[in-house]
Structure formats: C-alpha cells, structure tokens
T-cell receptor, first 115, second 111 residues
C-alpha cells in the first residue's frame, strides 16, 4: 500500500499561471482533504470531500477549485496563481465513520512557490 | 469558535520530559488528537483521546484532558532526539468529517 500519494513534490509558478495538484489514496477511504501549511499558521483546510461526489469549502477556499474524480483521487487546481499561495500543500484521507475516530492519513506534501 | 491554540516552540534537554499544551474552544469536541510531523514529511497520528476520558497512557506518551478548562496536554517521557518534530493538537466535533488543527509546537532537543 502506497497510502496517500501527491504529485508533484515541488513546483515553481509565475503569477497568473495555473496548475493542478494531484492526490490519490489506495486505502478505500471515503473522505479526502486539501490543506495548506504556512509558518506559524498550522494547517488550514482549503476544501474537503466527505464522500465521492461531494465537495465542500474549508477555511481558506478562495483562489482554489477541487475535483473528486473518483473514490481514489482528489485534485486541487489553482486557476491563476498568486504569491500568497506560496505554501506547502497536503492531501489527506480518512474513513468517514459517523462519530468515529476519523484518523487522517497524510501525503508527503507539495512545496509550491509562486513568483 | 474553532480556534485550537498552542505555543509555537519548546526546547528540552535529552532525557527530560516534554510537556506540550493546547487549548480548544468547543466543548462539543468528541475526539482530541496529537499529530506528529517530522521534517519534510506529512503528519501522522501519534495518539488521541476520547472526550469522556481524562487521561490516556501509551508507552512514553501521556495525554491529559481537562474538559472544564478545555485544555489538552501531551507529555513525552525520556525525550529522545528522534522526538524532534512539530506536534499538532487537533479536535473533531461530533460526526463531522473535519478536524481542526492548531498551529503546531516545534519541539527541539538539546544535548
């Protein structure tokens, strides 16, 4: 089992460029998440998908779109990158058990720099 | 509110105990977690406590929960260099899929 995989690991963009961050999980999890991590800010939820076919905004959705392509894959798109989107992006997945532990499993992250 | 607060840094001597503190604001939280992030990696669940418990012990780790003060702590006994990492406190509310993370505490170990 690879767990949660993310591509690419590193990316440099110019302001205004677009790109898609890819995430896949092989644990048959229902829920998937995208976070960004900035120094001193911890992890902030961008979007999440509680189950296949649904997506919801998190704390900081502006400037991003997501697609839950199937149960395994959840992509994050930046349509017009801005320097404020320079960050480390983490994808995570979990079983969606009502009232349950909801342990989240994280990918290794994508380090994005926008110039 | 949804804030989970932690101090940003902690430095301890190798072999001493480390205590990382966290406060949360929502008394309806069902699970509280400690995640560990090693350099260059994603987060991994270290331990957790259910809201009806006061304490949980797992080898060198002790989690204390004070529901009245909405305070959570993680004690690491006999701290080793391999414990150097960022530790995130997090809470889950009811049946929600979301988990709210704190800002993380960077633990550094000095010889």
């Amino acid at each position: 089992n690879a767990g949660v995989t993310q591509t690419p690991k590193f990316q440099v963009l110019k302001t205004g460029q677009s790109m898609t961050l890819q995430c896949a999980q092989d644990m048959n999890h229902n829920s998937m998440y995208w976070y960004r991590q900035d120094p001193g800010m911890g992890l902030r939820l961008i979007y999440y998908s509680a189950s296949e076919g649904t997506t919801d905004k998190g704390e900081v959705p502006n400037g991003y779109n997501v697609s839950r392509l199937n149960k395994r894959e959840f992509s994050l798109r930046l349509e017009s990158a801005a320097p404020s989107q320079t960050s480390v992006y983490f994808c995570a997945s979990s079983d969606r058990l009502a009232g349950g532990l909801n342990e989240q499993f994280f990918g290794p992250g994508t380090r994005l720099t926008v110039l | 509110g949804e804030d989970v607060e932690q101090s940003l840094f902690l430095s301890v001597r190798e072999g001493d105990s480390s205590v990382i503190n966290c406060t949360y604001t929502d008394s309806s939280s069902t699970y509280l977690y400690w995640y560990k992030q090693e350099p260059g990696a994603g987060l991994q669940l270290l331990t957790y406590i259910f809201s009806n418990m006061d304490m949980k012990q797992d080898q060198r780790l002790t989690v204390l929960l004070n529901k009245k003060d909405k305070h959570l702590s993680l004690r690491i006994a006999d701290t080793q260099t391999g414990d150097s990492a960022i530790y995130f406190c997090a809470e889950k509310k009811g049946s929600a899929s979301k988990i709210i993370f704190g800002s993380g505490t960077r633990l550094s170990i000095r010889p």
